[in-house]
């Protein structure tokens, strides 16, 4: 089952979910305190992008005004370490255009304005939401403090650290890398095989 959107009247609302009747059937939809604001009160038809969030003990639909903000929500959630409560806690901080713009300017303080984001947390993110969004690497090795000495390899290794992986993580994601290479793509592939064993 795959609910894409919704259409409906809004039923209840709290700051971080609204209840919304569609046909008789009251969705409980997670959003942003800032999508709480833009639905508008009780009784108003509204139109919410949907993103079905499945687990092993629920199901929990997650809301947003746009199918941007949508795409953003989904590629943060495809980051390492990034559920949906902290993909909505990003969101609730930065909207899209924000976020794009913090990601183009490496600018780790903006991501860390949000609860629960550290410096190294938000620097991981800034290198994976980059491709995942499809703006340029950038200068974010330099962002995480990525070494000078031991090769290619070893300034991945040393990036990965500094990222706060452990050191059967890193050896799990440095086993098939090549030993030369460009070191963003290579730190990229590293990070990708780390969100897939996640």
């Not at 700051?15 to 409980?28: A, L, Q």
């Not at 992986?165 to 780390?194: M, N, T």
Request: net charge negative; with cysteine; aromatic share 2%.
């Amino acid at each position: 089952m795959m609910i894409g959107s919704l259409r409906g009247t809004v039923l209840d609302r709290s700051p971080t979910e609204v209840i919304i009747d569609v046909n008789g059937v009251g969705y409980r939809v997670q959003v942003s305190p800032a999508t709480v604001v833009t639905l508008g009160d009780l009784g108003s038809t509204v139109v919410v992008h949907t993103h079905l969030h499945v687990r092993e003990d629920a199901l929990t639909l997650y809301g947003f005004p746009t199918l941007d903000e949508r795409a953003c929500f989904e590629a943060l959630l495809g980051a390492h370490g990034v559920g949906p409560a902290l993909a909505l806690a990003i969101l609730s901080v930065h909207r899209p255009s924000t976020l794009r713009q913090a990601l183009a300017d490496d600018d780790v303080d903006a991501l860390c304005l949000v609860p629960g984001v550290g410096k190294k947390t938000a620097a991981r993110l800034l290198l994976e939401l980059k491709s995942r969004l499809d703006l340029p690497a950038g200068d974010v090795l330099a962002v995480i403090g990525g070494g000078d000495g031991g090769g290619v390899r070893g300034e991945v290794r040393e990036a990965l650290v500094s990222l706060g992986y452990g050191p059967q993580e890193i050896g799990d994601a440095l086993r098939d890398l090549p030993a030369e290479g460009d070191v963003q793509r290579l730190l990229k592939d590293a990070l990708s095989r780390l969100a897939t064993v996640r």
